[in-house]
């Protein structure tokens, strides 16, 4: 009996691909081009090259499904656009051109060894899945249609790309479908993926399915009949003859975007841990034990990627108080203290969390991370809500440097605060990262109106 592993290592892949290529094309530098080019502005600038073009061809977005013939053209893009970079690159620097022989050998030889192990990473995966049944995604369908009869054999058929259907819920008609059934289902299953026949199913039914399915971080994603779209604005996506959309498309739901983020992270907070926070720490320390008596940092628990709890750090800046946990602060609030006062106002108090960005609990941008009653409160009254916790909470975020920052004064104030993070998590990329962090800076010069 073959022995099965259930668990799914498919976030890891992008990251070792990335690491791998960026070693191969260092090391090929060093053997192909010339020696003296390894220098850590070098390795630097080729790395940067590699990952910008990678970022532009998508080199790295090859998924289970994805086609021989799509992979291949990704190489030859990346090949292109890389080539033209380094032909770019050695062109502005005459002094370090190695000549055009040793770079076309370095760019042939890099690419054979990078497309060798991409497919080897590829093909591999999928034997693995075959041979030992691990690396699985769990999926249902609902619905009744020609195409859910396709896509039911499609996952058959290519059990190798590694998706087990555990079961179809099948009905004659909306009023024949039990939602709770298939809630419960899911839910008692651990399935990842459902895979739904929208066209079958009532308004009301589709209303309760998506909600569902974002309040539980299941993927949902619809099934039309062959060459049927949904609507154009849905992320599409072809499964042997199927047509799969997705209800939204989440750029960090990609490996390797995450990682270009987390690499983000990592330097960032490192920065100002070692150039900022190690200074200050002592003297904002010593002003709040001189105002009042207790600790210097705030902890408390809050609701993270995936609704996962971990602690939350902050300089302390109000009066201990029972109502911690459970009271935001507001407008002219007693328990805040003096110094507290300016540390909020200019949102000093935030800085430990830069601790909790560098051991990965959060991010310096994404949704700002709720109290826990907080969360119990506004999942069960605001609509999306719980779609903001499918990334990891930041310090700062789109909504608060658009003014949503502080007390959640009326209901206006956190559905427009949803609105922003849903539309940060569906846009994200580097330049808006960078962008929010420019607009959060020149809100700690200026101050903020709400921050009390």
Not at 282 to 294: R, T
Request: proline share 2%.
């Amino acid at each position: 009996m073959v022995k099965k592993y259930a668990g799914r290592y498919s976030k890891y892949l992008r990251p070792i691909a990335v690491f791998f290529d960026l070693l191969v094309l260092n090391s090929f530098v060093y053997l192909y081009l010339d020696k003296e080019l390894i220098q850590p502005v070098i390795i630097a600038a080729f790395s940067f090259l590699w990952v910008i073009s990678a970022l532009i061809t998508k080199f790295y977005e090859v998924y289970r499904f994805t086609k021989f013939i799509k992979i291949v053209s990704y190489v030859f893009y990346q090949l292109l656009l890389f080539s033209i970079f380094i032909f770019a690159f050695f062109g502005v620097s005459e002094t370090l051109n190695p000549g055009l022989s040793k770079t076309l050998i370095f760019l042939l030889y890099t690419f054979l060894l990078v497309s060798l192990f991409k497919f080897t990473l590829f093909y591999g995966l999928q034997s693995y899945r075959l041979g030992f049944g691990g690396n699985f995604r769990k999926t249902i369908i609902i619905g009744n249609d020609e195409s859910v009869e396709e896509l039911k054999e499609f996952f058959i058929s290519q059990k190798e790309l590694g998706y087990e259907n555990r079961k179809t819920f099948s009905f004659k008609s909306p009023s024949d479908l039990d939602l709770q059934e298939c809630f419960d289902f899911i839910l008692s299953r651990n399935i990842d993926e459902v895979y739904c026949s929208a066209n079958e199913l009532e308004e009301n039914q589709l209303n309760l399915l998506i909600e569902f399915c974002e309040n539980n971080f299941k993927i949902l994603k619809f099934i039309s009949k062959r060459g049927g779209l949904l609507s154009k604005k849905l992320k599409t996506e072809i499964y042997g003859l199927s047509t799969v959309q997705s209800l939204r498309q989440m750029p960090l739901s990609n490996d390797y975007n995450t990682l270009v983020k987390r690499f983000f992270d990592i330097v960032f907070s490192l920065f100002i841990i070692m150039f900022f926070l190690s200074w200050i720490t002592p003297i904002i320390a010593l002003l709040i034990k001189i105002e009042s008596s207790g600790p210097v940092f705030f902890k408390q628990t809050r609701n993270g990627i995936k609704y996962k709890e971990f602690t939350c750090y902050k300089f302390r800046s109000m009066v201990q108080n029972i109502d911690a946990d459970i009271q935001q602060a507001t407008k002219n609030d007693k328990r805040v203290t003096k110094i507290g006062r300016i540390l909020r106002n200019t949102s000093l108090d935030e800085l430990p969390q830069f601790y909790n960005v560098l051991i990965g609990n959060m991010s310096v941008v994404g949704p700002r991370p709720h109290m826990i009653k907080e969360n119990e409160r506004y999942s069960k009254s605001v609509n999306k809500f719980m779609v903001r916790h499918f990334v990891k909470p930041g310090i700062t975020g789109l909504a608060q440097v658009k003014g949503f920052r502080g007390e959640i004064e009326t209901n206006e104030d956190i559905i427009n605060r949803v609105k922003f993070d849903i539309y940060y998590l569906e846009n994200w990329s580097l330049i808006l990262d960078l962008n929010i962090v420019f607009l959060t800076a020149i809100n700690f010069l200026t101050g903020h109106k709400k921050a009390y």
